[in-house]
């Protein structure tokens, strides 16, 4: 264990409407003042990371994504139909949307086209976040992990347009196209991990690293009776055994209780909030605990 650190970094992760709970992590760690001195996300964590950069305000910040997240805009749009369309929360990502592409046909997409779904509208949702700013215009230094699809090679992107890199790290290869920038193919970076710790690592060395693990539980199941299904069931079992191993290189790892609720439920998003700052305030002791003696005005 490490104590005395001077500055904090945020290892954000993915996990669609279940990120707002990074929103109440940062309400906290704001009104605790503890300072913020990086931030680093993957999906919805490099929306909510960039947002925050451009404004630290956790207040104005949550009243404004529970604006747009409730309105006739986003509720009515038929492309956030399609992509949250289902609420089994034994469905995973893939899973909803290939049960989507069979429904309509669109898998002749998936094998003439580069993606099944346009780049365009995703781009059209991470700008109502970060408009059509670039990275010098954050105020906490802020960096965004990516997959270069050409190399193959794992980037951190931290300069240019910020539409540019969070739409390459909501970019699910496959399903959206990779996002040119500098020369390379950018997709998402969560098919390695969904908790980009090294990468935060990496932006401020020596920083304290909070990770903030949105991650669901997988649960044991009864059987495998479709080929497909025991893909997807792989695909899980994989993905969540590299998100904890780099979990294990966080200084602080926070995990909100938010219970089974599916990347696409948009319902109490108060509550999802709520699960964040009661992780934070819950792991207080411990973050103080390594930064005393260096920010002695913080809070006992």
Known sequence: ??????????AFGGGGSRGLA???????????????????GTSVGAIFGAAYGLAPDAEAMCASTLRYLRSDRFMNDSFRRMMFGANDAEQNFLQVLMSNVRRSLRFTNLIRRPSILPGEKLREVVREFVGDHSFSDLRIPFAVPAIDVKEPREVLIDEGPLLDAVTASCSIPGFFPPVPHEGMLLADVG??????????????????????DLTRELE????ITRGWD?????????GHKLTSLALEKADVVLRPEIGEKFWSDFSDLEAIIAAGEAVAEAHLPEIRQRLRGVFGFLKS
Do not use: T
């Open 191 to 212: 098919v390695i991990s969904s908790v980009p710790v090294e990468a935060a690592a990496s932006l401020v060395p020596g920083a304290l690293v909070i990770a903030v």
């Open 22 to 40: 990074h929103l109440g992590v940062v309400r906290v760690l704001e009104r605790e003042g503890i300072p913020i001195d990086g931030m680093v």
């Open 1 to 10: 264990m490490v104590f005395g650190r001077n500055k904090v970094v945020l």
């Open 230 to 238: 025991n893909i997807m069931r792989c695909e899980s079992i994989a």
């Open 220 to 223: 044991p199941i009864d059987g």
